[in-house]
T-cell receptor
Framework: DADVTQTPRNRITKTGKRIMLECSQT?????MYWYRQDPGLGLQLIYY???????NKGEISDGYSVSRQAQAKFSLSLESAIPNQTALYFC??????????????FGPGTRLTVL | QKEVEQDPGPLSVPEGAIVSLNCTYS??????FMWYRQYSRKGPELLMY????GNKEDGRFTAQVDKSSKYISLFIRDSQPSDSATYLC?????????????FGQGTTLQVKP
């Protein structure tokens, strides 16, 4: 089984709808991240969490919110989806104190299309 | 100006060629440098990791860091069709132990048989 899983893998929705993307990990890592990937822009950090009670905004958090329900679960919500949120979304995890500490392990991604 | 710049390509080479992938950066606080490989419809996976300046070799892959020039490279020797992927450089300043990575845009590589 994959260490980092994301659901759904693909989603098509309409403008204004609320969407939740879920991420689960079995690696036992305390740090989790949400990124979006757009062609030509690489990976942009949306939110990150170092433990259940520590959640921080990334570079592009506007229009997004997150919830860290447990150490292993980190969800990303789009409260009112808009077309320019169409992108590939990745969840990642890392271990504090791990070697190398900054290594991040990515899930398979969720392809979101907002019509 | 982005903190990390990477030519998106695409780069197309024949099988067996030596491939050079590069990134430049502007933040002199970056100390940890990584290369991730991303196959189509997959998440990125760590390929190489280097601390500070110098070279690191792993099989057909060599990572180089030149902090004085703020320039990093990934070399692939004897390239194979299975190396066809997008390669992303990533960097960390490790300030306040944040573990945050800054990624380049990624370079798409195609190795033709």
């Amino acid at each position: 089984d994959a260490d980092v899983t994301q659901t759904p893998r693909n989603r098509i929705t309409k403008t204004g709808k609320r969407i939740m993307l879920e991420c689960s990990q079995t690696k036992g890592h305390d740090r989790m991240y949400w990124y979006r990937q757009d062609p030509g822009l690489g990976l942009q950090l949306i939110y990150y969490s170092f433990d259940v009670k520590d959640i921080n905004k990334g570079e592009i958090s506007d229009g997004y919110s997150v919830s860290r329900q447990a150490q292993a679960k980190f969800s990303l919500s789009l409260e009112s989806a808009i077309p320019n949120q169409t992108a590939l979304y990745f969840c990642a995890t890392s271990a504090s104190g791990g070697q190398p500490e900054d290594t991040q392990y990515f899930g398979p991604g969720t392809r979101l299309t907002v019509l | 100006q982005k903190e990390v710049e990477q030519d998106p390509g695409p780069l197309s080479v024949p099988e067996g060629a030596i491939v050079s992938l590069n990134c430049t950066y502007s933040n002199s606080a970056f100390q940890y440098f990584m290369w991730y490989r991303q196959y189509s419809r997959k998440g990125p996976e760590l390929l190489m990791y280097t601390y500070s300046s110098g070279n690191k070799e792993d099989g057909r892959f060599t990572a180089q860091v030149d902090k004085s020039s703020k320039y990093i490279s990934l070399f692939i020797r004897d390239s194979q069709p299975s190396d066809s992927a997008t390669y992303l450089c990533a960097m960390s300043a490790r300030t306040s132990n944040t573990g945050k990575l800054i990624f380049g845009q990624g370079t798409t590589l195609q190795v033709k048989p």
